[in-house]
């Protein structure tokens, strides 16, 4: 009996080797070809990259996956004890595997391959997670569940308990494109991890397993059983008490998911230019995965400003075209909710809402209002229906061909008829709102710190949700009589005065086809002999053109390249009155040029970018400071940081262009900007035909450019000026932008001399007089006791030779509609 027992147990033994070695043989060629795992210490998730204001705001992100990665340190320890009840009790116990769990398993798969029925469940650890989620593929066999589990011993032996559980929560996959439980935080909840209340906790604890079993919305119940499930198990494990469990499982699921993207309201074209400017520098894999913390130039409440004048502007323009028509008619048949419901509105034209006229009488007309979209998809079953008053839609008299419009509006039933969709805007009396219309035209804002080049607001388009097409960056347009200046610019730096005397008289050149080109003024009149200040301040055409046909293209070409407007100028004297196509942004950087001395500036909307490590790895300001990392202070002189930009213009020419562009809005064509109260020079610019129209403008610490046109260039109406269209926005802007600001004036280089000089004749004359002003001079330069008439001496008879002028019309129109002061909105 021994001897057979003996040689049971030999038998045994030997089986038990035979099996051992198998099992030895399988592990070792499955590790064969594993992935490193000694990776993950260098692993670097892809992360979100965040686009921040210059005050903080969040203004845009950009990702592949929303992640975001928190150290484990900064992980609130509750949510950790939420993921282990839920995921993996015996996390800090075992060692990689729960063997009990995966024995369970086992028997399941066994009896799900026998008979054909039931699922195949896991008992996978958190270890095992961060082995499937980092090295593996999602496949289920038992060869990964093989490789799996040793991979995840070795990661027990190479890492800590913590390490693991760093990786693991900021991997997970938790819904709604969010990685890792920071990114789940926000996006379900937009809450920071350490503002998160013990429900909220224990739902993202739920998710693991499978977000979309457990969407918020499409599957509510059944996220909320497993929530409260999550709970009871931190009872169990004792993380919590019965009382907290109670009260938490009583609460409601109150998920409101946070949108991805551009998130400052007004602020979507200027995030998508610096999305532009990122991948320019740095590639479009960093910008979606890097990582990234950017500042940058904006400042949200000139960028809200921004978007209220270039709204008000091109309402009030695009009024007094008339009304176009409702946006379309449907029949008044089943729920008129669901079927507006449906209807795409761009989001950032609120408050503004699209309506549809149930019912018209002589005195107004009733609405019904789009009803609002639920998070859940579904359009709320709620309907809201307002008035819109006769007096609040007189305005929109039938449109006609743009210079006409049809009769007066007597009664609603002359604009709207039951079934029309139209967009409606709210009035201050409750219940009333106003007919309004996306406007035809179009228009762009920059608004610059002339010092820097640090883009303050940028405004592409009445509406980034209609058209995303960026008018301040990307359209090519001719800035008109906004190129003058440096026309004249170029004419200081080569002996000219600003009291130098052009004669205004017709004058012909042939061309090279042989055709005769004869320049005329806007008003179609010539004023005789003019000093170079009364060129610009009325915007003469013929004497610009005279002035660059003495002074030669080249060198206005010259000045247009280094400060930024061409690449290159032809010799074509058609230049010199803004015939060549440039951008808003560039035209804003020429004139803050001008506005701070003439030094260069590279026009920016990134302040600086950080790595995800925190480290800085750009900056615009390109100065370098050797003694500000200095550690301790020794009583030593403050660092200096030393203006290393090169000259563009010569800062006594800049201040003399400056002076005539303040007689602009003292006199000229940009008297709109006198409503600013505040020292301001500028300049209209009106292409051929009124399809476009500019005005620029400055203080001694702001430039602002304003262009106004159609995308598909065409007439905007005789009269329709840079003065008439684009001033207005520019003091719009202003007035908002400044109203907390002093009145700074400009300031003057040492050494130019202020003399008193006659407007007329150019020469020097008694302060006081009428018609004297204090003129610029450079050093050693003086005004001509004689005057000398620079160009053509011969006159067309009945051309006036005493220099008066004549303005183009300018309407005194109040802007009204648009947006209100403070909320961004529209209207």
């Known amino acids: 009996m021994l001897r057979f027992l003996g040689w049971l147990f030999t038998v045994g033994f030997i089986a038990f080797l035979g099996v051992a070695g198998g099992v030895g043989y399988v592990i070792w060629d499955m590790s064969k070809g594993l992935p490193d795992y000694k990776q993950l210490a260098l692993y670097e998730p892809p992360v979100m990259t965040r686009v921040h204001a ?71 650890t958190i270890t095992q997670q961060v082995t499937k989620n980092f090295l593996l593929t999602n496949e289920r066999s038992v060869e990964r569940k093989i490789k799996e589990a040793i991979l995840a011993h070795r990661i027990e032996q190479a890492f800590n308990k913590d390490q693991i559980l760093e990786l693991y929560l900021n991997e997970i996959f938790l819904g709604l494109n969010s990685y890792g439980v920071a990114a ?33 919305f499409r599957q509510t119940k059944r996220a909320i059983e497993r929530r409260n499930w999550v709970l009871g198990e931190m009872f169990n494990n004792g993380y919590i008490t019965a009382a907290e469990r109670d009260a938490a499982q009583g609460k409601p699921l109150e998920v409101n998911p946070r949108p991805f993207g551009a998130q400052l309201f007004a602020a979507e074209s200027f995030a998508e230019e610096a999305r532009r400017e990122l991948v320019q520098i740095y590639g479009e894999d960093k910008l979606m995965k890097g990582g990234l913390s950017v500042r940058t130039t904006l400042d949200p409440k000139l960028q809200i400003f921004a978007r209220q004048a270039v709204a008000r502007g091109l309402i009030t323009f695009d009024r007094k075209r008339g009304f176009r028509g409702p946006v379309k008619n449907v029949a008044l048949d089943g729920d008129w909710g669901e079927t507006i419901g449906k209807m795409k509105v761009p989001s950032d034209l609120e408050p503004w809402r699209l309506a549809i006229v149930l019912e018209v009488d002589d005195a107004g007309a009733k609405i019904g209002l789009q009803p609002k979209t639920l998070i859940s998809g579904k359009i709320d079953k709620a309907r809201d229906t307002a008035s819109v008053p006769l007096a609040l839609l007189s305005w929109a008299r039938k449109y006609v061909d743009g210079s006409k419009l049809g009769p007066e509006v007597k009664k609603a039933g002359d604009v709207l008829a039951a079934g029309d969709i139209v967009y409606v805007a709210p009035d201050k009396n409750p219940g009333q709102f106003h007919l309004v219309q996306l406007p035809d035209v ?76 004869k320049p005329k003024n806007y008003q179609d009149k010539f004023y005789g002999p003019s000093t170079l200040r009364r060129g610009v301040e009325q915007s003469r055409n013929v004497m610009t053109v005279r002035l660059a046909n003495d002074l030669g293209m080249s060198r206005i070409g010259e000045l247009a390249q280094r400060v930024g407007i061409y690449d290159k100028v032809p010799n074509q004297l058609s230049y010199a009155l803004g015939a060549g196509e440039t951008t808003l942004l560039k035209m804003t950087t020429a004139y803050s040029i001008i506005a701070n001395g003439g030094k260069k500036i590279e026009p920016t909307l990134i302040d600086r970018v950080q790595d995800r490590y925190g480290k800085t790895i750009y900056r615009h300001d ?61 300049k209209t610019g009106t292409s051929n035909d009124e399809r476009d129209a500019w005005f620029m403008g400055f203080t001694p610490d702001l430039t602002v450019g304003v262009y106004i046109g159609y995308d598909n260039p065409k007439p905007m109406g005789k009269g329709r000026t840079g003065g008439e269209l684009a001033a207005p926005v520019v003091a719009d802007f202003m007035r908002m932008a400044l109203r907390d600001k002093a009145a700074t004036p400009f300031r003057v280089p040492k050494g130019i001399e202020l003399i008193p000089i006659n407007v007329k004749s150019g020469q020097r004359d008694l302060f006081g007089d009428p018609g004297v002003i204090l003129e610029a001079f450079k050093p050693g330069e003086e005004p001509p006791s004689k005057t000398t008439i620079i160009g053509d001496q011969v006159a067309t008879s009945g051309v006036p030779l005493d220099g008066t002028s004549a303005q ?18 529209l209207y």
């Not at 300018?810 to 648009?818: K, T």
Request: charged fraction near 20%.
């Open 54 to 124: 210059a005050d903080g705001t969040l203004v845009a992100e950009y990702a592949e996956q929303r992640r975001l990665f928190v150290p484990i340190n900064d992980i609130p320890k509750k949510l950790i004890q939420a993921f282990l009840s839920a995921e993996d009790k015996t996390f800090y116990e075992h060692q990689g595997l729960d063997w009990p769990g995966l024995a369970a398993a086992g028997l399941r798969y066994i009896q799900v391959k026998a008979t054909g029925k039931g699922q195949i469940v896991g008992a996978s």
């Open 184 to 216: 789940a935080s926000l996006n379900y909840f937009g809450k920071s991890l350490n503002e998160l209340s013990l429900e909220e906790i224990a739902y993202l604890a739920a998710l693991p397993k499978g977000p979309n079993n457990y969407h918020p």
């Open 442 to 517: 179009e228009g762009a804002l920059v608004a610059m710190d002339p010092h820097t080049g640090r883009v303050l607001a940028l405004v592409g388009g009445f509406s980034y949700g209609k058209s995303q097409f960026n008018r301040a960056v990307q359209a090519l347009r001719q800035p008109g009589s906004a190129f003058k200046p440096f026309v004249y610019a170029a004419a200081l730096d080569n002996g000219y005065t600003p009291s130098s005397v052009i004669l205004d008289a017709p004058i012909e050149f042939k061309m090279s086809n042989g055709e005769i080109w």
């Open 622 to 682: 390109k100065r370098e400071c050797a003694q500000c990392g200095n550690q301790t202070w020794q009583e030593q002189a403050e660092p200096e940081l030393f203006d290393v930009r090169p000259e563009v213009m010569n800062p006594y020419t800049a201040y003399q262009i400056t002076s005539m562009m303040e007689g602009v809005v003292e006199r000229g064509t940009g008297k709109k900007l006198k409503l600013v109260g505040k020292p301001v020079a500028g």
């Open 808 to 825: 183009p019309p300018e309407s005194d129109a109040v802007i009204e509609g648009g947006l209100t002061t403070g909320t961004g909105g």
